[in-house]
């Protein structure tokens, strides 16, 4: 008698804990999603901030004029780029994100994500780093080698990439956290 309750507490705790098992890797898929659409707004966000941006300085008169735009450096193109094709991927990925709420031990769509993930990551690093050193330029200069700071005459210019650059980072690390919960969702799975 003794050894049947033991047994049929056993198969209980055996089933409670998958059953929590199950909850936390559905939390870490809500948490996935929520990250993604993070993500998108903010990649979306920098590419639509840096396409935007220019501005216009007359020199002695109207009719000569200097103008700084977001295509002139081939670097910020590819920030926007980069940008782009990042929320891009994160806005396709959502029907995924949410096929893992609704199904828990999905492996192989994740791991699908979590590869494409890697990559979005290694686009928008190279894409955010480029275009913080030109920024980074923009305001300081480099003596040496003679360029001059333009973000005391291009001050709105400058203001926009600076600000661009923000949801880019951003979701560097949105994406570095969401290899992070694909890892544990991986790990945990039952």
């Not at 199950?22 to 979306?44: C, E, P, Q, Y």
């Not at 890697?118 to 003679?146: F, Q």
Request: hydrophobic share 50%; glycine share 8%; with cysteine.
């Amino acid at each position: 008698m003794k050894a049947g309750a033991v047994e049929l507490r056993e198969v209980g705790k055996g089933k409670s804990s998958s059953t929590s098992r199950g909850g936390a890797n559905k939390g870490v898929s809500i948490l996935d999603f929520i990250f993604r659409i993070l993500a998108f707004i903010g990649t979306l966000g920098s590419a639509i901030a840096m396409v935007t941006t220019n501005e216009t300085l007359p020199f002695f008169t109207r009719f000569l004029q200097f103008r700084a735009e977001y295509d002139d450096l081939p670097t910020f193109t590819f920030f926007v780029v980069t940008n782009a094709i990042v929320s891009a991927y994160m806005l396709l990925s959502l029907p995924f994100s949410i096929f893992h709420i609704i199904r828990n031990n999905a492996q192989r769509t994740r791991i699908i994500l979590m590869f494409f993930d890697m990559v979005s990551l290694g686009l928008l690093t190279a894409g955010a780093s480029a275009a913080a050193a030109i920024v980074y330029l923009a305001h300081k200069g480099n003596t040496r080698v003679n360029w001059l700071a333009i973000c005391q005459q291009f001050n709105s210019f400058c203001e926009r990439t600076s600000g661009s650059l923000i949801g880019s980072f951003a979701g560097i690390v949105l994406l570095a956290l969401l290899l992070m919960l694909s890892g544990f969702a991986l790990a945990r799975r039952p």
